[in-house]
């Protein structure tokens, strides 16, 4: 079976041509762990759809963001890294009208005395991609959230450790694919459920790093870098239902990383109150 993570560039370039070609939808939000490729997943996908991406700063302020979207009107921004706007209530302002649907123009205001705005006001005509680890649940952010289309990449055991595998054998990025090969399969023992959000591309390269100059002892150092949590069943159970996951791939995970039965996931879903469906 194919993971979903495998295919979320085709997915990106997909969602961005959408929004490219609609009058109703302007804005693409992609989710996602830490340190598994979300950024480099855009680019690929943008070069794959022909779009050209102006890229925010990792630090912006309202005025910045204003002043940039100003700027690029009628371009596509790709916003990424930049968690401190979401929860900024002028920012949250300036991305609800950027974002406005139902075929209205997007009109823009800067509403403050302070700071020098390029324009007290103007109309923007471009598309916006918003990249982040967890874009937030506030009433604002919610609002953006719903005239965009969310996209969330889910990295599970099974797909981590493909991926990982895959990445140690690029030799654009690793001159000893073996030696990088050697530090994926010692990663992928160390992945379950909970670990797999402290292990990633970054992890790989810091592995590969410690065995390019350390000899044998790179197994031991690492080791102590990734300490694998021991499973709480049930609490993996809650974690599962809240990634927005079919239930046949929250047992498949289950049943990877804890060593129970199906019947067992079913049994902890009942006592949390978690819905089947």
Excluded at 179 to 202: C, P, W
Aim: include cysteine; proline fraction near 3%.
């Amino acid at each position: 079976m194919k993971n979903e993570s495998l295919n979320h560039i085709e997915a990106i370039k997909r969602l961005l041509l959408t929004i490219r070609a609609s009058e109703r939808m302007h804005a693409l939000i992609i989710e996602g762990p830490p340190g598994w490729g979300k950024t480099t997943a855009v680019e690929d996908a943008l070069r794959a759809a022909g779009v050209t991406g102006v890229h925010l700063g990792s630090y912006s302020t309202p005025l910045h963001l204003f002043n940039f979207l100003h700027d690029n009107a009628r371009n596509t921004v790709v916003i990424d890294d930049c968690a401190g706007l979401f929860s900024d209530q002028s920012s949250m302002a300036i991305l609800k009208a950027a974002t406005w649907g139902q075929g209205k123009q997007r009109k823009i205001r800067w509403g403050s005395t302070s700071g020098k705005a390029s324009a007290e006001e103007f109309t923007f005509e471009g598309k916006l991609v918003i990249v982040c680890n967890s874009f937030p649940a506030t009433a604002d952010a919610e609002a953006v959230k719903s005239r965009s289309f969310p996209y969330r990449i889910n990295i599970d055991p099974t797909g981590a450790k493909a991926l990982l595998e895959k990445a140690a054998g690029n030799q654009d990025l690793y001159s000893d694919t073996q030696k990088a090969t050697e530090v994926a399969r010692f990663l992928s023992q160390k992945i379950s459920a909970t670990s797999v959000q402290q292990i990633s591309y970054r992890t790989l390269q810091m592995g590969y790093e410690l065995a390019q100059h350390n000899g044998e002892q790179w197994r031991d150092l690492l080791e102590r870098m990734v300490v694998a949590a021991p499973e709480d069943p049930k609490k993996l159970v809650r974690q599962l239902s809240r990634r927005g996951l079919a239930v046949k791939d929250q047992v498949r995970i289950f049943e990877e990383s804890t060593g129970l039965k199906r019947r067992t996931f079913f049994k902890y879903r009942r006592e949390l109150g978690v819905s089947r469906a």
